[in-house]
């Protein structure tokens, strides 16, 4: 699967427009929606900042 484009709906969530990379046997193409949810560890600077809040 190849992610050809992307498209923002709001900050978190985006539509991915997604192609299939076997030519001969699929030729699929689709959109999926994406959202983003939580980190399951965050990025070292963002924790850094918590911790000194």
């Known amino acids: 699967m190849t992610l050809s484009s ?3 709906q709001s ?3 985006a539509d ?7 030519v ?6 689709f959109v999926s929606t994406s ?3 939580h980190y ?11 911790l000194n809040s």
């Open 11 to 13: 900050t978190h969530v």
């Open 24 to 29: 001969k046997n699929c030729e699929a193409t």
């Open 40 to 50: 399951l560890n965050p990025p070292i600077k963002q924790f850094n900042n918590w």
């Open 35 to 37: 959202t983003f949810k």
């Open 16 to 22: 991915l427009y997604i192609s299939c990379t076997d």
């Open 6 to 8: 992307r498209e923002n």
